[in-house]
């Protein structure tokens, strides 16, 4: 089969998605910003009849870039994420039944709270990895490589913006925060 170039541009395309996210963690490692948890969310089953509490498991740590998570530890650097749900570790208090969505959050802050995460640590759990490799040619997620440009869909309903200008925006704000965003 002959090689009618798209083939090589795909490559090349997609090489260029990796250099893009690494400058950007490089970025962010060297200005020393604050990175949070990445944890997979794991209910265990039953031992003896005996239900036990949900905790989460520590995956890694990863700088939360908009939609992406960069890896940001020995065990994520070089890999990326869509980003899905947040949570604080914090004191879940007690069951108050307020609201359904009040009790999710809590139950999420309990299993954070058992996974033994850092008090006031951010836990990202059910990110969805995304693989840098020629799938993300004409790719439908968040990351996608879109007539030879790596892209970025920051929301499911919004159109792609170039990766290289959606990092460099991000990781800026990130780097030098406006006056009075930071904790």
């Keep these: 089969m002959a090689d009618d170039g798209r083939t090589g541009s795909a490559a090349a395309a997609v090489q260029r ?9 490089d970025r962010l490692r060297d200005a020393g910003v604050r990175d949070e948890a990445l944890a997979e969310y794991v209910e265990p089953r039953a031992v003896l009849g005996i239900r036990r509490d949900p905790t989460m498991r520590p995956l890694g740590r990863v700088w939360r870039v908009g939609a992406l998570l960069l890896g940001s530890s020995a065990e994520t650097t070089g890999r990326v994420w869509a980003t899905a749900r947040i949570t ?9 039944f307020v609201s359904v969505s009040a009790e999710v959050r809590r139950a999420y802050r309990a299993a954070a709270a058992k996974g033994h995460f850092r008090e006031n640590d951010t836990v990202n759990h059910g990110a969805v990895p995304i693989p840098l490799d020629d799938t993300l ?7 996608a490589v879109v007539d030879g440009e790596p892209v970025v869909r920051w929301s499911p309903t919004a159109g792609t913006v170039p ?3 959606y990092l460099r925006d991000r990781v800026a704000l990130l780097v030098d925060p406006p006056r009075g965003a930071t904790d």
Excluded: I, N, Y
Aim: charge should be negative; glycine fraction near 10%; charged fraction near 30%.
């Design 163 to 165: 990766l290289d200008g």
């Design 88 to 96: 604080r570790v914090t004191d879940p208090g007690r069951t108050q």
């Design 137 to 143: 040619v004409d790719a439908d997620g968040v990351l």
């Design 17 to 25: 998605t990796r250099d893009l996210l690494d400058a950007a963690a």
